[in-house]
């Protein structure tokens, strides 16, 4: 970095919080794409006035800046991919201003880790549902900017379901406020909506208010074992038809049982097709086993073989311990893992599902499938050998007739992980020129010098 704009930044968030040495830079180089792109600098803002005195010397200057949170996405969208500064917010900016008990509402810095929101929320007796995978670690920023989801969603819908709004920095360094801690706001252009999911390409975050609703006091597991996956994915749909809304609706193909159990030993039945581990919530232990019994009832109907549930934590833990373990589990099928987050509407869940292992015989590869079928989410993983570039390009052919499959049947190339750099390729299989003309229209009225995170999710 020049000499010149790294003395300004130092005298901006003092010379304990710029770097620009090896092992900063190596360290903010990546995410769990294991792409590497190094920085020019690494800078700890301490304030929202820090940042916005960083971004408006940036938009100046037209220096990139990265604003990244805990580096846990798959799909390189906070890597600095074309050089420039990482902003890392999860030092400073980590703190819950605010648990409104009687509003029901939390105020958060965007360093918040989204385990540590919902522990904290949970002992007032509250509740913030979005759970991705990466709960333990991932912040509450970069679940706004990915509008991430997780098992929950099923029921409870998704990080956009619970911002309320959110404090931000322009690239020119204005600071703006959009959405209000009301339950109802029709006032203004939806500015809280466009932001979220924007992948950190349009403002930094620097406050979120949070919805919160009460938490249900009870919950129970089951699992139910299919013969096919065609079984277990009509059940899911009927499922959610019937009435009934299990809190998180998981499948696992044969091929992950098999690869769980080769790993783990747990007695799994290898011959199944699929499993479905479901959880339902609710304050009375009747209304919970009207749910299971109205649930095993559809299941069985379509030709579940055996329904499961759990008596205790402990049993409920091991039900639930195969769909919490199936990504490391896959490693039996290869050393390189293409892992997909596609979407698309519950009732064509049959026909994706037909449609992958399709792809999968045409390549002769294994294509493991599991994930949050109540949302109609599917993780779905090409698996090769990494050390095989003939294979590593199979791999990538496989994964666009994937995307292709999914856009045919009216789903969305990402439910949950973002586009970044990994899925910008396919943008244009998704979205028509218009549509991308807009993006990139939108982009430029926020960042009409192009500094913020630039040529993310296939934007110029």
């Known amino acids: 970095m020049d000499k010149k704009h790294y003395e300004y930044f130092k005298n901006i968030v003092g010379d304990e919080n710029i770097f620009e040495d090896k092992a900063h830079l190596i360290a903010y180089s990546y995410d769990a794409t294991r792409e590497h792109f190094e920085p020019d600098a690494v800078i700890f803002p301490r304030h929202e006035e820090d940042i916005s005195a960083i971004l408006k010397h940036c938009n100046e200057y037209k220096i990139i800046i990265v604003p990244r949170g805990a580096g846990s996405g798959f799909t390189g969208g906070a890597l600095p991919s074309e050089g420039g500064i990482v902003l890392a917010l999860e030092k400073h900016m980590n703190k819950i201003l605010e648990i409104d008990m009687k509003n029901m509402v939390a105020i958060v810095q965007p360093g918040v880790i989204n385990m540590d929101l919902q522990k904290a929320v949970e002992e007032v007796g509250l509740f913030y549902p979005p759970d991705p995978a990466s709960q333990d670690y991932s912040t509450i920023g970069g679940n706004v900017n990915e509008n991430a989801g997780g098992m929950r969603a099923a029921k409870y819908g998704i990080t956009k379901d619970y911002v309320m709004a959110i404090r931000a920095v322009l690239p020119n360094g204005d600071i703006i406020k959009a959405g209000k801690r009301t339950i109802k706001d029709v006032a203004g252009y939806n500015i809280a909506g466009i932001l979220i999911a924007s992948e950190g390409t349009l403002a930094v975050t620097t406050e979120v208010t949070m919805k919160l609703i009460p938490k249900p006091k009870l919950t129970k597991t089951a699992m139910g074992i299919f013969p096919s996956v065609k079984q277990a994915m009509e059940a899911v749909y009927k499922t959610m038809a019937s009435g009934i809304t299990p809190v998180a609706m998981e499948f696992l193909d044969n091929l992950t049982i098999r690869a769980v159990e080769q790993t783990f030993n747990k007695g799994l039945p290898t011959e199944a097709g699929a499993i479905l581990v479901t959880d339902v919530d609710g304050n009375l232990e009747d209304d919970l086993d009207f749910q299971l019994n109205k649930i095993e009832e559809v299941f069985k109907e379509n030709g ?157």
């Open 304 to 460: 579940c073989s055996e329904f499961k549930r759990a008596k205790d934590d402990k049993e409920a833990a091991d039900l639930w311990f195969a769909r919490r373990n199936a990504s490391p589990a896959l490693s039996v099928y290869g050393s390189k893992k293409l892992n997909e987050d596609v979407t698309v509407p519950r009732a064509v869940l049959p026909e994706l599902l037909e449609k992958f292992y399709a792809i999968a015989d045409k390549y002769s590869i294994n294509i493991p499938c599991f994930g949050h079928t109540g949302d109609g989410n599917v993780h779905t993983n090409v698996m090769v050998d990494g050390s095989d570039p003939e294979q590593v390009k199979i791999a990538y052919e496989a994964i666009e007739e994937v995307f292709q499959a999914t856009i045919d049947l009216g789903g969305t190339l990402s439910g949950e992980h973002g586009i970044g750099i990994a899925k910008a390729p396919y943008m244009k299989m998704a979205f028509t020129d218009e549509e991308m003309n807009l993006f990139n229209s939108i982009k430029m009225a926020f960042d009409p010098n192009n500094i913020l995170n630039p040529h993310k999710m296939g934007l110029k």
